[in-house]
């Protein structure tokens, strides 16, 4: 099982010269790289694969001898990176690789790296190769031995490392001690397995309200009225701040959670599908789950935390000690007949989301 670990880097002036010009160049190639892949398909019709490119690499550097102050496998991710990025688009899962601009390229990764860091007169450094020993802040240690990559990113207000490391099933298991499982739900926004709830604010929903009612309004004025236009810039008004208030509290509930927890479990959400049923459809839309997920993920990656996301089916028919337990939505209240177990139906399903995504990690 892989983690990533993250700690601030605190360059020299002249290692951080060192980084930012690795960033120009990898963004550089990079783009040559994709000139390369777009041009040879347009003219020959033949596809540019990572293999191809990363074999020209020795003859590349020779006519741009600046790229001999970058490490090569560095050099070799940038190529990677383009490849991923490639396969993603001929798989239907993203669209056609953009050049990147240079507030889009922020990182660079050593994919392979050996012997990572040391310690210096109580200060912890790790070894960049071709940039240095970089003073680096460390919450929590690592075996050096197990470290898988190390990613440099540089960050508006200074530079992070995101170390790989492998852990042992050992450790993993350590981690599980503080996982908890979460279900959105529709009344209330969330249930952990903790036994706790998660209501959408009420300020929130007030204000949805809101704009449910000028959203009304404005279907009653006459069309090219200036009424209907008034109408219009108030509904506007009303949606960015409810989508901002609703972000926001997206923002703090994930943050929350993330930060309480090693190990997060969710279920898979099939929105699409739920969607088909118009009469959940509003509030399934409105709470954001996807995004809620989508912040989850992002913060506990960033964090070095685990996000894992179980299949959904049945998780509110089942009870934590295996037994079938049907119900339907109408009934609040999960009763076991196996095992006694009475509790709220929503944070039963919240454990059993935790078991499964347990069971995923083991
Ligand atoms: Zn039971």
Redesign the pocket.
């Known amino acids: 099982m892989q983690i990533t670990y993250q700690f601030r880097l605190y360059p020299t002036p002249k290692q951080e010269e060192l980084m930012i010009r690795t960033l120009i160049m990898c963004r550089k190639l990079y783009n040559r790289a994709k000139e390369q892949r777009d041009t040879v398909y347009n003219q020959e019709g033949r596809t540019v694969t990572y293999a191809m490119q990363q074999n020209e690499l020795p003859v590349f550097k020779k006519e741009f001898p600046e790229y001999k102050e970058v490490h090569s496998q560095v050099l070799q991710d940038c190529l990677r990176r383009l490849d991923d990025a490639y396969q993603r688009f001929f798989r239907g899962e993203a669209g056609f690789p953009h050049y990147k601009s240079a507030d889009r390229y922020l990182s660079f990764t050593y994919p392979q790296p050996g012997a990572v860091s040391k310690t210096f007169a109580r200060d912890r450094y790790v070894y960049l190769s071709k940039i240095g020993f970089v003073r680096m802040r460390t919450h929590r240690s690592f075996d050096q031995a197990n470290v898988t990559q190390i990613n440099v990113k540089r960050h508006a207000d200074g530079w992070m490392a995101g170390i790989g490391v492998n852990i042992e099933a050992a450790e993993a298991d350590q981690t599980a001690k503080t996982a908890v499982g979460i279900d959105v739900g529709l009344r209330t926004f969330a249930a952990l397995s903790d036994e706790t709830k998660v209501d959408n604010p009420r300020h929130l929903r007030r204000a949805e309200k809101r704009l449910r009612r000028a959203q009304q309004r404005l279907s009653r004025k006459a069309r090219g009225s200036r009424n209907r236009q008034k109408a219009k810039q108030k509904v506007a008004n009303i949606h960015q701040k409810v989508a901002r208030q609703r972000k926001d509290f997206l923002h703090k509930q994930s943050h929350r959670i993330v930060q309480g927890h090693d190990l997060i479990a969710v279920e898979q959400l099939k929105v699409k599908n739920m969607i088909r049923n118009r009469r959940l459809s509003k509030s399934i839309s409105d709470a954001g789950w996807r995004r809620f997920i989508t912040y989850l993920s992002y913060k506990a990656a960033r964090q070095g935390k685990r996000l894992v996301q179980v299949p959904a089916h049945g998780t509110s028919q089942t ?3 295996g ?1 079938d337990v049907p119900k339907t939505l109408a009934i609040r209240l999960h009763e ?1 007949k ?2 006694g ?1 009475v509790q709220d139906r929503d944070i039963v399903s919240a454990q059993v989301i935790l078991q499964r995504a347990l069971s995923i990690v083991a």
Request: with cysteine.
């Open positions: 009870c934590i000690c037994a076991c196996e095992c177990l």
